[in-house]
Nanobody, 125 residues
Framework: QVQLVESGGGLVQAGGSLRLSCAASGRTFSSYLMGWFRQAPGKEREFVAAISWNALRTYYADSVKGRFTLSRDNAKNTVYLQMNSLKPEDTAVYYC??????????????????WGQGTQVTVSS
C-alpha cells in the first residue's frame, strides 16, 4: 500500500512557476513508477509527466515538455514537479500517482493503482 499526498498548488500569473510535491508513505516507494496527471473542469484526466523508479528516465506530455521537470528523492519518499512558464491552459487539479507496472505504461492512468487527493493549480492570464 502506498499513500500519496500532494502539496504546492496555488494561484499564479501566466509565466510564473510552481513546484508541486508528492509525499509517499510505504517502504516500497522506491520501486514504483511515479506519475503526475491533471484534470481540468469538463475534461478527462490526462498524463503530464512520469519518472522511473530509479529516476533514470523521465517522460513528459508534449504540452509541458521543456517547461516542466519531474524529479524524485527516494530517500525522502517524495516526487517533485517543477512547473515553469505556466500558461492559463495548465489550470487543473494535479494528481500524483504510483504504478507498479513497467515504464512502458507511463501514460496509462489505468496502470496506476495509487492516487493522491489532488492539488489545484490555477494560472491567471
Amino acid at each position: 500500500q502506498v499513500q500519496l499526498v500532494e502539496s504546492g498548488g496555488g494561484l499564479v500569473q501566466a509565466g510564473g512557476s510552481l513546484r508541486l510535491s508528492c509525499a509517499a508513505s510505504g517502504r516500497t516507494f522506491s520501486s514504483y513508477l511515479m506519475g503526475w496527471f491533471r484534470q481540468a473542469p469538463g475534461k478527462e484526466r490526462e498524463f503530464v509527466a512520469a519518472i522511473s523508479w530509479n529516476a533514470l528516465r523521465t517522460y513528459y506530455a508534449d504540452s509541458v515538455k521543456g517547461r516542466f521537470t519531474l524529479s524524485r528523492d527516494n530517500a525522502k519518499n517524495t516526487v517533485y514537479l517543477q512547473m515553469n512558464s505556466l500558461k492559463p491552459e495548465d489550470t487543473a487539479v494535479y494528481y500524483c500517482a504510483a504504478s507498479s507496472y513497467s515504464d512502458i505504461w507511463y501514460a496509462d492512468l489505468r496502470k496506476y493503482a495509487y492516487w493522491g487527493q489532488g492539488t489545484q493549480v490555477t494560472v491567471s492570464s
